[in-house]
């Protein structure tokens, strides 16, 4: 009899995953971010905002929760989400903000994305916001059809620094 993969779970991080998520958090940064950047910038970045003091920082910071995507036992993807005065843009109190949202390459299409989108949402509307947002790069169309098929639409744009070119996210949100 052949074993069957288990329906992913999500759960909130704690302190005791700040080297796992580090991991998965640098892999599926690279694997996203590889093609199409100077690697110099992607090295750059990746040293900058993914390394383990920032990490700590952010995992401790009560304006910024990280839920972790686990299949088997195996951490496969996770998402960061910030209230205020932890957004990065829009910085309004009625609001939550996916400041990211990354699945390892090889769980891509297993509708792993979508569930933790879908428990941000939830969560969202638990802690009584009224719209959920966030930026997506301009040149990542994959994860803009993927946002778009679940109802989030484009309100606007912001530079977003990335090593030494300025680079254009798209500013994303759906509204409950």
């Known amino acids: 009899m052949e074993n069957k993969p288990t329906r992913p779970t999500i759960r909130k991080a704690t302190s005791d995953d700040l080297g796992d998520l580090l991991h998965v958090a640098r892999t599926s940064f690279l694997q996203a971010f590889t ?9 750059a970045y ?7 003091e920032q990490f700590g920082k952010e995992l401790a910071n009560p304006a910024s929760t990280f ?13 960061k989400v910030n209230v205020v005065p932890a957004q990065t843009d829009v910085h309004d109190p009625e609001s939550l903000e996916i400041s990211r ?21 939830d969560f969202a ?14 040149k990542n169309a994959r994860a803009i059809r993927f946002y778009e098929k679940n109802g989030l639409r ?3 744009s912001h530079p977003f620094q990335f ?3 300025e680079q254009t996210d798209y500013l994303m949100r759906i509204d409950f």
């Open 163 to 165: 090593g030494d070119e």
């Open 35 to 43: 093609a199409g950047n100077k690697p110099e910038n992607v090295s």
């Open 67 to 79: 839920f972790l995507a686990e299949l088997d036992g195996e951490l496969i993807g996770y998402v």
């Open 154 to 156: 484009i309100f606007g």
């Open 101 to 121: 949202l990354y699945v390892l390459e090889d769980f891509l299409g297993l509708g792993v994305g979508k569930l933790l989108l879908d428990y941000a949402l």
């Open 125 to 138: 509307k638990q802690i009584q916001k009224k719209y959920l947002w966030l930026g997506v790069w301009e």
């Open 46 to 52: 990746l040293e900058e905002a993914f390394n383990f």
